[in-house]
Every structure is written in structure tokens, then in C-alpha cells.
């Protein structure tokens, strides 16, 4: 969400939750860890060269008095190449959220201001520098970088787009992004990347709701480095290891 909109209240700190050794450096260290009874269960993407993919539940900023009953989850995991693959899972009745109209599969701006897909990355924890991703139901997307806390990078070119594809049922919607390796932000250490995992759903009737894995700040603040708590490595720095 590129504005200076959201509402991320600060939970009460919890403790690490280590990752199953399977998830091959999948390892998520959210403040108050999220259920996985309440997570939305996602369909993984069907390749043979997939890291396990773990559900994680998006939630409402504690401060919304309306907000839709909708359950969103995602999916996260790298392949084997280094791109970087998230599956989106709304359930619930759709009646109530307003879903944009499909659209060519392009660059958009704005596409924050409805309902939309986010992750933002930043490739290195002690770089103020991080990558604003959206993506619409549309089939559009965008993708910002940014220097340091909202301060756009003008020199920023895509290098390749993502791929999005949107499937759609009664009452569920799945939207599977894969970002190539090369438009990801480029670390210069072997850390883990940290993931701030997002979205903004709009009600039929124009309400807003600002979901994420973790809301780190009193206002909904996607932008706030308090909330990149998925730390991602991918997996060729663990092959070139010797």
C-alpha cells in the first residue's frame, strides 16, 4: 500500500516459534504467533521443486470496528530457481467485497486503493532500503522500491514482471503471484530477506480493511519495518554452501 494510510496497533511480544526443519529456511518469527487453526488452508502451487509452503493468517488491525468476516491467508515459499511464489486465500462470502473487474495483465498505480494483494521485502535487516509489491484480483500489478521508509527510488526499473493468476468460486478467491528471482531485492549478505505480508479488502459498501500478518503500528502502517516478521532465505544460498 503506497500511501500514508493503515492502522498497526503493537501486540503484546511473544515468543519465536522455530520452523519445522522441512520448511528449508521458510522461518516465520512473528511478535504473537498465528494460529494455525485459524489460518485459511491454501492450495501450493503444483511443482515438483517447491519448498514446503506454510499458511499464514492476514488479520484486521485491531483498531477496525467493521470489518469484513472473511478469512485471508497466504502461502509463501521459493523454488528452487529463486523466484519467490505466494498464494492469496479469500474465503467467506464474496458478495460483500468489491472485486475489481479483470483487466490486462499490466502495471498499475493505485491499485492499493481497492482491493488488493501486498508484500513488501526488504533485503537486509540493518538497510532502510525495501520493495513494495501489489497485486489485483484485476490481474494488474505494481512494483515500488523504495531507499528508505517511503522515500521512492526514481531510478527504480522492473526488471521482469510477476506473474499472477486468479481463481475464482462462490466463496473463495485464490490469487497465486510468483515474482522472478530477478525482480527481487538484491541482498548483499547470505541473511534471510525480511517479508511484511499485507493486503486491503474493500466492502461493497467502500469500507476499508487492512489486513497483515503483523500490524506494528497504532495506524495502518504497511510501510513500518516493525511489521516485516517473515524472514525468508533463499534456498541457492543454501545449495552454494559447501
Known amino acids: 500500500m503506497n500511501t500514508n494510510s493503515a492502522a498497526l496497533a503493537t501486540p503484546n511480544p511473544g515468543t519465536t516459534v522455530p520452523a519445522p526443519a522441512a520448511l528449508q529456511g521458510l522461518v516465520q518469527r512473528p511478535r504473537n504467533p498465528p494460529s494455525a487453526r485459524n489460518a485459511a488452508k491454501l492450495r501450493a502451487p503444483a511443482r515438483s521443486d517447491d519448498t514446503p509452503m506454510q ?22 515459499a521459493y523454488r528452487d530457481n529463486g523466484d519467490l511464489c505466494l498464494v492469496y486465500a479469500l474465503t467467506g462470502a464474496l458478495a460483500g467485497i468489491a472485486l475489481p473487474a479483470p483487466a490486462a495483465a499490466a502495471f498499475a498505480d493505485g491499485l492499493w486503493r481497492h482491493t488488493c494483494f501486498e508484500v513488501f521485502i526488504a533485503a537486509d535487516r540493518d538497510a532502510p532500503g525495501y520493495r513494495e509489491f501489489n497485486f489485483s484480483p484485476s490481474g494488474e500489478w505494481a512494483v515500488y522500491d523504495f531507499l528508505a521508509y517511503r522515500e521512492r527510488d526514481p531510478a527504480f526499473v522492473i ?4 506473474t499472477i493468476e486468479t481463481i475464482r468460486h462462490d466463496d473463495r478467491l485464490e490469487l497465486q503471484a510468483t515474482l522472478p528471482a530477478a525482480l527481487l531485492p538484491a541482498s548483499v549478505s547470505p541473511g534471510p530477506r525480511l517479508v511484511g505480508l499485507c493486503a486491503v479488502l474493500e466492502s461493497a459498501d ?4 487492512y489486513r497483515a500478518l503483523h500490524h506494528a503500528a497504532d495506524r495502518p502502517d504497511f510501510h513500518h519495518r516493525g511489521s516485516f ?5 533463499d534456498p541457492r544460498h543454501h545449495q552454494e554452501q559447501p
Not at 526488471?159 to 510477476?162: D, K, Y
Open 229 to 233: 516478521t517473515l524472514e525468508l532465505s
Open 206 to 209: 467502500g469500507s476499508m480493511s
Open 159 to 162: 526488471a521482469a514482471p510477476p
Open 55 to 76: 499458511d499464514l493468517p492476514l488479520r484486521p488491525h485491531p483498531t477496525e470496528q467493521r470489518t469484513p468476516a472473511n478469512t485471508l491467508g497466504v502461502r509463501v
